[in-house]
């Protein structure tokens, strides 16, 4: 699924400061990279999973988190389509989100990276098939409700995260808890009712050994 951002914005990195770019960054000056390198690595794994989401919801929480993620380090991510290519930007050179390309003095600062490169729709089958294996494990032990929250789960932590539910770190299942569920899920009263104890057992049925996890 492509990102679609406003023409201007698209274009704004153009052939005259690209040259720029490649001129800067031949100069051989290295300048400490304002976004740290797994940062950058994060906003690229959530850019990809956004263009190969399927649900237009899934995808968009994709780049919110991605452009929150860089937002702490105050850049803006876009996606430059001609060439298929991440680029994080400074907030100094946005105005009306379009780059301004007057304001682009240290062209250096700009990061880009290549979304040519292979996808992770493998992984996400991996990711996949070890959530469903302790869903299923739940359900046999626990019963349809705790597996029906478990399943949300799954959902929660793969489809935004691409993560087991078994690494699942304590800020994610909160996050899941207080936020994801409420708004996503459409649980019985009694699954409301046991959705934390839900994600407890998720490490009671690995810790007896699910196959695939």
């Known amino acids: 699924m492509a990102e679609e951002f406003d023409d201007e914005a698209n274009e704004a990195f153009d052939d005259e400061a690209r040259e720029a770019f490649d001129d800067a960054t031949s100069e051989g000056d290295e300048t400490p990279q304002a ?10 794994r959530l850019t990809r999973l956004a263009e190969e989401a399927v649900d237009d919801d899934a995808a968009e929480a994709y ?3 991605r452009d929150n993620l860089v937002e702490e380090h105050d850049f803006t991510a876009r996606v430059r389509e001609e060439d298929d290519t991440l680029v994080l930007y400074p907030d100094e050179w946005i105005e009306d989100d379009t780059v301004q390309l007057e304001r682009i003095e240290d062209t250096d600062r700009a990061i880009e990276v290549s979304l040519s490169g292979p996808d992770h729709g493998a992984e996400w089958e991996a990711v996949e ?3 469903a294996a302790v869903v299923d494990a739940v359900e046999e032990r626990y019963g349809p409700d705790h597996a029906a929250n478990v399943r949300v789960f799954a ?3 793969g489809n935004h995260y691409l993560k087991r539910v078994t690494e699942a770190t304590r800020a994610e299942t909160e996050e899941f808890l207080t936020e994801y569920y409420p708004r996503n899920a459409w649980p019985s009263k009694e699954q409301e009712s ?5 994600v407890e057992l998720v490490t009671d049925v690995v810790d007896d050994g699910v196959p695939g996890t």
């Open 35 to 44: 976004v740290p390198e797994e940062a950058v690595s994060e906003a690229e």
């Open 63 to 65: 780049r919110e988190h």
């Open 129 to 131: 098939a070890a959530n």
């Open 155 to 157: 959902d929660f932590m």
């Open 194 to 198: 046991i959705v934390a104890e839900s």
